[in-house]
């Protein structure tokens, strides 16, 4: 029989106090840390070398930069979201952040266990019930990227340098000084921006380029530009 | 007070995440509890004597403001991320979620014996001596943090309204020192209470 090794990554102090004596009944699991905040998992989990990270349901707003900098660990522990929530955008944010395995707020110790150790072994673990919604949100997610990509690029160099400039947090003022052109212009070009990304607002704009993380190939376009 | 059978507290914990639930559950048992997961609806069914609800399962403050009653006699304590201000006006004790295992069962304990002997309740002397319910809060933190800055710090509001508090409060308890306050405090039961508080 194999023991694998768990690191607990749960802020909240009796839950983690009451799960790491739950689980350290199960001679299958090794509770070898824990940790009670997001920027230390990454650390402990160097030190303690766990074959799975246990993930909070408190860690939820914290997924991201949980799993980002465990991904940068060599070797690199998998991860297990317990007691998640059912929402199926929860489950498609946690997968894209790159979460293996996810189990949702319905799902006992007994289930944990056997979920962390199928996790250990290499599986991916997402509800059977949930699966279909989050194959269909991966498609849509992908689909809605790649128009909002191709909308980016029917953007001529001139309307990139001005999103580039809205992405930095200029106004209509500050674009027009900046590029050396007349407010009206500039006001042009935004609105053309606008018109081609398919959006409402500045806001939407900007947001569009950091989803797309788009910021660089604007920052391209616009030092060309400079003298 | 209602006790199981064989004499031992019982707790109704009530989360929404079932693997924290369980873990929780047990955690009490091991610590003499009699435990089980309940769900708001049929807490009445397992009669417990002190209702832990888990309120870092995602469910809202507010909800838990309109949390059901399970049984007159049984206390609801609910475990949260921040003390709320209005912890009197909704009738519930509200534990800090940085609590250890074994201070949460003593305080589970504590909160249900103080139930079962209403003579020994704080609420008696508080509400006689005619204290707020913020005034009795500033004099529970006053008891455990010791110190007028860090009541300040706790309760989210400047040291000069703990001062101020702490003056109004005075004449109601007839002490003239934050001392003698705390001795008052202590007297009257708010001692145990101000464990609740406590991190």
């Known amino acids: 029989v ?5 690191l607990l990554a749960e802020p909240r102090r009796p839950h983690r106090e009451a799960l790491v004596e739950a689980l350290s009944t199960h001679p299958s699991l090794q509770v070898v840390a824990t940790a009670d905040a997001a920027p230390t998992v990454a650390l402990q989990a160097q030190r303690t070398r766990p074959q799975v990270v246990l993930l909070s349901p408190a860690f939820n707003g914290s997924f991201r930069a949980v799993c980002t900098s465990l991904q940068r660990l ?11 929530s059912d929402e199926p955008g929860a489950l498609l944010d946690a997968i894209e952040v790159g979460v293996d395995g996810y189990l949702t707020a319905g799902t006992g110790i007994d289930a944990l266990v056997q979920g962390a150790q199928a996790v250990a072994r290499g599986e991916a673990l997402v509800p059977p019930t949930m699966l279909g919604p989050l194959l269909r949100g991966l498609i849509d997610r992908q689909r809605r990227a790649a128009g909002a990509a191709a909308r980016l690029d029917k953007l ?34 935004v609105q053309r921006v606008l018109r081609k990304l398919e959006v409402h607002s500045r806001l939407e704009a900007v947001s569009l380029v950091a989803r ?16 | 007070m209602v006790e199981a059978t064989d004499g031992r507290l019982r707790v109704a914990v009530v989360s929404r995440h079932r693997a924290s639930a369980e873990a929780l559950v047990s955690a009490c048992e091991r610590r003499g509890l009699a435990a089980g997961i309940a769900r708001p609806h049929d807490l009445k069914l397992t009669e417990p004597t002190v209702v832990l609800v888990d309120g870092t399962d995602g469910t809202s403050i507010a909800g838990l403001f309109g949390f059901p009653d399970p049984v007159d006699a049984a206390p609801v304590v609910v475990l949260t991320t921040e003390l709320p201000d209005r912890t009197r006006q909704a009738g519930r004790r509200w534990l800090h979620v940085d609590m ?100």
């Open chain 1, 2 to 6: 194999t023991t694998d090794r768990v």
């Open chain 1, 74 to 84: 060599d070797p690199c522990p998998r991860t297990l979201a317990y007691d998640a």
């Open chain 1, 156 to 189: 001529t160099r001139r309307e990139r340098e001005v999103l580039g400039h809205l992405v930095e947090g200029l106004d209509q003022q500050q674009i027009a000084s900046r590029l050396h052109i007349a407010p009206d212009t500039a006001r042009t070009h």
């Open chain 1, 212 to 227: 797309l993380d788009a910021v660089e190939q604007l920052g391209r376009a616009v030092e060309r530009n400079v003298p």
């Open chain 2, 100 to 199: 250890a295992m074994d201070d949460l069962v003593s305080a589970l304990t504590s909160s249900a014996e103080r139930d079962a002997t209403p003579s020994a309740s704080s609420a008696g002397a508080e509400l006689e001596a005619g204290l707020t319910s913020r005034e009795r809060d500033v004099l529970v933190e006053l008891v455990q943090q010791g110190d007028v800055g860090k009541v300040a710090v706790r309760l989210g509001i400047s040291e000069l309204t703990v001062r101020s508090h702490l003056r109004n409060l005075f004449p109601k308890l007839r002490v003239n020192s934050r001392a003698e306050a705390a001795a008052w405090a202590l007297r009257h039961g708010l001692a145990s209470a101000a464990r609740e508080g406590s991190v």
